[in-house]
């Protein structure tokens, strides 16, 4: 008897970024399938204005469930996780950003990734800044939609930093090798239903920013290969649903969670290095900042008032 083909449940967050999620929607109404079969679970996360789609964009492959709260990153894909297990008792499920747009074989590829390792939990795509969305803009106009904004994960320990392998660089082939990863990105990242069985959901704690960092750890800890595949290839409008980089949301998220992160897991000598971190964002950091290490320490996790 032959085996069933497995399924990928796709899950994708809106919040706010109605544009966007219909240009990614569309991107993905042109993929190409290869020895798996694929839906798409869209979690509206309590948008202002509720999301509709277009006739178009509607099909057997495609369901809209609604949260009237945001609950975060981390809140929507749990739930577009839990309801892909439930009503579709998925084998596969692709974390996607809302704000991408993807090339047609990225998905094949992917999965082509994970069933060439039977070690590997998770393999992420080669993603790059969307033409135009450059974090600097002194690139070659033949360069756009060339930028890297991640080709695989480094985690500092020391120095309490995750980033991203080639941001800012131009592709010219420099990261074209399949590799491990240190963490796998959220924007775009493609698992086994054994790791959620394995490993539990996203950590809540988070809400938004590290949640993949940390699930990555997570899934490192229990044996499993995460992978960089640069053959699937991303695009990435970066930030979209919280108000772009370097805003006070993007800001104090990554403040505190860094340090809910890097404190959990790091050794003796990276908790030092977190308190004097603390230390200098009480001492000198602004209120973003400040009010980020003083919920750290009270405990307020998950969604809170930035400023």
């Known amino acids: 008897m032959s085996k069933p ?3 990928i449940s796709i899950v994708i967050v809106n919040y706010n970024t109605a544009q966007e999620t219909k240009d990614c929607l569309e991107s993905l109404s042109k993929i190409k399938v290869k020895n798996f079969d694929y839906n798409i679970v869209i979690v509206d996360n309590g948008s202002k204005v509720e999301l509709k789609l277009p006739q178009k964009l509607i099909n057997k492959h495609t369901e ?14 749990n739930l577009g996780i839990a309801h892909a297990v439930k009503s579709y008792n998925s084998d596969y499920f ?3 950003n809302s704000d991408t747009t993807v090339k047609p074989n990225f998905l094949i590829k992917l999965f082509t990734c994970l069933q060439e390792d039977n070690q590997a939990g998770i393999a992420s795509s080669k993603i790059y800044f969307y033409p135009g969305n450059e974090f600097h803009k002194n690139y070659a106009k033949k360069h756009e939609g060339k930028v890297l904004w991640y080709a695989g994960g480094s ?3 020391l120095n309490l930093a995750a980033f991203h392998r080639g941001v800012d660089e131009v592709d010219r082939g420099q990261f074209d090798q399949q590799l491990t990863s240190d963490f796998a990105t959220g924007c775009s990242m493609l698992l086994r239903r054994e790791v959620i069985e394995d490993v539990g959901i996203l950590d809540k704690k988070y809400f938004l920013y590290l949640e993949d960092v940390d699930f990555s750890v997570r899934t490192k800890n229990l044996g499993y290969k995460l992978l960089f595949c640069p053959e699937s290839i991303v695009w ?6 919280s ?18 992160f890097f404190i959990k897991y ?9 308190l004097r971190l603390m230390f200098n964002f009480l001492t000198k950091g602004n209120t973003v900042e400040r009010k980020a290490v003083y919920d750290y320490l009270m405990g307020q996790f998950g969604k809170q008032p930035v400023i």
């Open 5 to 7: 083909t497995p399924l």
């Open 64 to 77: 809209l469930i609604r949260t009237e709260a945001n609950i975060g990153f981390t809140g929507g894909n």
């Open 94 to 96: 692709l974390l996607l």
């Open 155 to 157: 985690i500092d320990w």
């Open 236 to 241: 990435h409008k970066n930030a979209g649903s």
């Open 243 to 260: 108000e772009g980089a370097g805003s006070q949301i993007q800001q104090y998220y990554q403040t505190r969670n860094r340090l809910l």
């Open 266 to 274: 790091g050794s003796l000598k990276t908790k030092l290095t977190g």
